[in-house]
């Protein structure tokens, strides 16, 4: 075997680490390495080692009430009482045990069923911003991803294992914090016992399992085989002769939440309820125009026949149906909710100086629209996404500050803007005038000269902008590109740093600089003269 074959295959990335931790950019003694691989300044380490810490302190002594974490979800999603109560429950049994496990190592060894939570239901009817806002309140770190994107090897797909490693890093990287924090997988129905077409298990039954095996306990390592950015933090950290990190963690605790439409189980739960209550009373609490309100009568064995796997569907205990928006909830949602959608709306008008008003009786025009959208409560944004798209785009250059939004502004948004700017058009001569300012200002501090703007050259301008539809400060940008040039000529030749654009300026910018440089000639001629008598 040549010497060549007995080169360490590893040696040249080592010492290309090497160069690196010597002389690379923003890396080296006492900076940490985010999750991104960027360098982190040692303050901003000691800054996020301090507030895990204190998220640590907290599951340490969790001591949550389940009508607490209600009362809480009631600030931010309407609906859903029994989801929030079960969640509630699962959440406080789950990060209880956690802390006695914490409190009593030993209790650590016993055999303990995690209480994972599968919850079903239509689209945009809250089931992921419900787990946001517990792990927010909780404080433990948390991730959200498709199920749809995962492979049974990995080769074709997403690695479930993918799915720990992710979770690590939105805890910093700090693995103690992340073993006790929740992931999220929605669209969890696409994966049952699908397969495609090449043979191949690329979303089915593979993926189960192997979800299967992160939800009881098992061991992950912290970089993938084929990770090579993750594989060189971990030299770079041995380089720096930092304390020695577990190459592992631990599901043990983590909290699995998977979640799903289930469209089609729903039709088929109700077809079986159905068929059973021939002859008798419908089956209580069944609505005919809503097929999702089934999803509460569904068991184990429609789940299996669905296409789960018994073990999988098994490790799942918890599960609970999300009820489907009426056009009174979304109504509710823009009111009431802590996270209303026109509240994020009233702030982007905010940042403007512009305010508004929805009457009582748009907030359930725009509730009735969005609920025909089919999409629970991303109808609303589609609703008002139509209706303030042209309202964002033209008020921020009116002097407009408030306006109110009806039921006539929702059938026509267009021709109620149109009516709105015609009707405050008496105050659009002050905002112009600003925006004039603030050209001049920009262009003092870009070249030293002042400018200042007669009123028959605002007004040439202001028309020149209406015309073309264009800012002010647009129009002056191109009818002024050029004049730094000729003015720093006039101010050698004169000593002058202030300027008046007149009408003859802005109608014919370059035409009448030209005159100005020609005139400060003059000046220089007719001092010359001077000092020669």
């Known amino acids: 075997m040549s010497d060549k074959d007995d080169k360490n295959p590893f040696e040249d990335l080592q010492n290309q680490i090497n160069d690196m931790l010597r002389k690379g950019p923003g890396i080296g003694p006492g900076m940490g390495i985010n999750p991104q691989g960027a360098a982190t300044p040692p303050e901003q380490d000691a800054e996020m080692d301090e507030k895990d810490a204190e998220i640590l302190k907290r599951i340490r002594e969790f001591g949550l009430k389940p009508k607490e974490i209600r009362d809480h979800l009631n600030r931010y999603v309407i609906k859903q009482a029994e989801a929030k109560k079960v969640l509630s429950v699962a959440i406080c049994d789950h990060y209880n045990h956690v802390r006695q496990c914490l409190e009593t190592p030993a209790l650590r060894e016993k055999e303990y069923s995690k209480q994972n939570i599968l919850l079903l239901g239509p689209t945009g009817v809250g089931k992921t911003y419900l787990m946001r806002n517990i792990a927010k309140l909780i404080g433990v770190p948390f991730i959200k991803a498709d199920a749809t994107k995962f492979s049974e090897t990995g080769y074709v797909g997403y690695d479930v294992e993918d799915l720990v490693r992710d979770l690590v890093k939105a805890a910093n990287n700090n693995t103690e914090l992340a073993q006790y924090g929740i992931i999220y997988i929605d669209e969890i129905d696409k994966i049952a016992g699908a397969s495609n077409s090449g043979g191949k298990d690329v979303s089915g039954r593979g993926v189960q399992i192997n979800l299967l095996k992160l939800m009881e306990d098992t061991e992950v390592n912290l970089f993938a085989p084929n990770d090579i950015m993750g594989q060189m933090q971990a ?90 928006l009426q056009p009174e909830d979304l109504a509710q949602i823009l009111t009431s909710s802590e996270g209303s959608l026109l509240n994020q709306y009233r702030g982007d008008f905010a940042g403007y100086g512009v305010d508004f008003k929805v009457t009582p009786e748009a907030v359930q025009d725009i ?79 870009a070249h030293g000269f002042s400018l200042s703007f007669e009123d ?65 000639f003059k000046e220089i001629d007719t001092e010359t003269d001077s000092t020669q008598e």
């Open 456 to 520: 028959e050259a605002a007004e040439v301008i202001i028309t020149t902008a209406t015309e073309c539809d264009k800012a002010i400060r647009t129009i002056c940008e191109d009818m002024f590109k050029d004049y730094q040039h000729g003015l720093q000529i006039i101010h050698r030749n004169t000593g002058r740093d202030a300027f008046t654009i007149n009408k003859a300026a802005a109608e014919n910018p370059d035409k009448e600089l030209s005159q100005w440089v020609v005139a400060s």
């Open 235 to 324: 030299m770079m950290s041995m380089q720096r002769g930092g304390e020695k990190k577990p190459s592992t963690i631990s599901t043990r605790h983590i909290l699995f939440i998977v979640s799903g439409a289930f469209d089609k189980l729903a039709e088929s739960v109700k077809k079986r309820v159905e068929s059973a209550s021939i002859g008798f009373a419908s089956a209580p609490g069944a609505g005919d125009d809503d097929p999702y309100a089934y999803l509460k009568r569904s068991a184990s064995a429609d789940f299996i026949e669905y296409g789960f796997e018994p073990e999988f569907i098994g490790r799942i205990p918890v599960r609970v149906a999300c009820e489907s």
């Open 367 to 445: 509730a009735r629209r969005a609920h025909a959208e089919k999409t629970g409560a991303r109808g609303l944004m589609t609703v008002l996404e139509q209706l303030f798209r042209n309202y964002k785009f033209e008020l921020p250059s009116t002097a407009i500050k408030s306006f109110e939004v009806t039921t006539d502004t929702l059938e026509n948004p267009d021709a109620a803007l149109k009516a709105l700017i015609v009707e405050n058009h008496h105050l659009q001569d002050e905002v112009w005038k600003a925006d004039l300012e603030r050209f001049a200002e920009s262009f003092r501090n």
